[in-house]
């Protein structure tokens, strides 16, 4: 049994006992998510490139867990679509089942107009927002489809719908990002139609978001009125929510956290 998964940790509730990756954990939104699914009683497993932060965030889970919910930081090349399943596939082993991927790895790069856009910040968003996406959901796909309560959930940005001059690649790589979890979707929904179940068994959402903003961030501009941007602590909010709520009205969602464009 792995831990957690007689329920006691969290109260009860739909994370208790739930094993969850995250990619990305070692930025701000990463350890805002760690820290609020650990409060729920989930057994965390981080992944992030910088190993400092993450065990920094890391450390920080732990502490809002109470100590009682095991916390673990990997340092993973998501570039290496190979290294994305080998995590998969231990994360699995150790502790049984993965009933969740939440993909944080961002990045971002613009210009000053679509013509002196530099297609070398294309380059850079690509393997960032997309390949890594690409990368995870398929390490990902059956663990989360033997779960039972798999979500694979995106965090993406506005700029996908309606991008903007200066951010054609973020917003390219954002749009492709979002396309390819969606396709996921499709995937675990016909998985449950060939099972004859009454909807899909897993889910895939994505999260649209104007921007994020932290303290650190406000605290180094104090005027700024960063409207519009979602905290990374409601974000961890809405993001532990998508186990409260059934994968057949989930699955293929874009859930937005600001006003659609």
Not at 205 to 232: C, H, Q, S, W, Y
Request: proline content about 4%; some cysteine.
């Amino acid at each position: 049994m792995s831990p957690g998964a007689d329920g006691r940790n969290g109260g009860g509730g739909p994370l208790a006992g739930a094993v969850v990756a995250v990619a990305g954990a070692g930025g701000p939104a990463g350890r805002a998510t760690l820290c609020r699914l650990a409060g729920s009683g989930a057994t965390l497993v981080g992944c992030d490139a910088d190993a400092e932060r993450l065990a920094e965030s890391v450390n920080a889970a732990r502490a809002a867990g109470g100590g009682a919910i095991p916390v673990t930081g990997d340092t993973v090349d998501l570039l290496d679509p190979h290294a994305a399943r080998a995590w998969a596939e231990s994360i699995e082993k150790d502790y049984g089942r993965v009933d969740g991927l939440v993909h944080l790895v961002g990045g971002w790069r613009g210009s000053r107009s679509f013509a002196t856009t530099d297609l070398a910040d294309w380059t850079v968003l690509h393997d960032l927002l997309l390949r890594t996406v690409q990368h995870t959901s398929l390490a990902f796909d059956e663990p989360l489809r033997r779960s039972g309560r798999g979500r694979y959930v995106l965090v993406s940005a506005a700029g996908a719908s309606q991008p903007t001059a200066g951010n054609a690649a973020y917003a390219a790589a954002k749009a492709g990002a979002e396309a390819w979890t969606l396709a996921m979707a499709d995937g675990f929904r016909k998985a449950g139609e060939a099972e004859g179940l009454d909807g899909p068994a897993a889910a895939a959402v994505i999260l649209v978001v104007k921007a994020l903003v932290n303290d650190a961030m406000r605290e180094a501009k104090p005027n700024a009125k960063f409207a519009g941007f979602t905290d990374v602590d409601d974000l961890a909010d809405n993001i532990a929510e998508v186990w409260d709520r059934p994968a057949q009205e989930l699955n293929g969602t874009r859930l937005w956290l600001t006003a659609q464009p």
